[in-house]
Nanobody
Framework: QVQLVESGGGLVQPGGSLTLSCAAS????????MSWYRQAPGKERELVAH????????NYADSVKGRFTTSRDNAKNTVYLQMNSLKPEDTAVYYC????????????WGQGTQVTVSS
């Protein structure tokens, strides 16, 4: 059974930082690239960051480039999203997702973790 459990969200002031974690199980984590998405109220879900299966390459949406960093620990089956210089427009529910084209686990989403940036 594929499970994705995001954690680390919360309320933070503008300019603050948070680190999100996504603990994965039920599939060959080290074989899967992983992506982070977010969805703000009334908006489409958007891709925020992507990391290859080895962690050797990452990509980011223009809106978060230079502020967010994704990493992974394949020994712990966990992917992370370090978020710095947070802005109110970063407020959203954040999700991790396996991203291997054609991979069975790529159909699954976690429950998400809420990030609220507000003073």
């Amino acid at each position: 059974q594929v499970q994705l459990v995001e954690s680390g969200g919360g309320l933070v002031q503008p300019g603050g930082s948070l680190t999100l974690s996504c603990a994965a199980s039920g599939f060959a984590f080290s074989s899967y690239p992983m992506s982070w998405y977010r969805q703000a109220p009334g908006k489409e879900r958007e891709l925020v960051a992507h990391i290859t299966n080895t962690g050797g390459s990452t990509n980011y949406a223009d809106s978060v480039k230079g502020r967010f960093t994704t990493s992974r620990d394949n020994a712990k089956n966990t992917v992370y999203l370090q978020m710095n210089s947070l802005k109110p427009e970063d407020t959203a529910v954040y999700y991790c997702k396996p991203a291997l084209a054609g991979g069975v686990a790529s159909r699954y989403w976690g429950q998400g973790t809420q990030v609220t940036v507000s003073s």
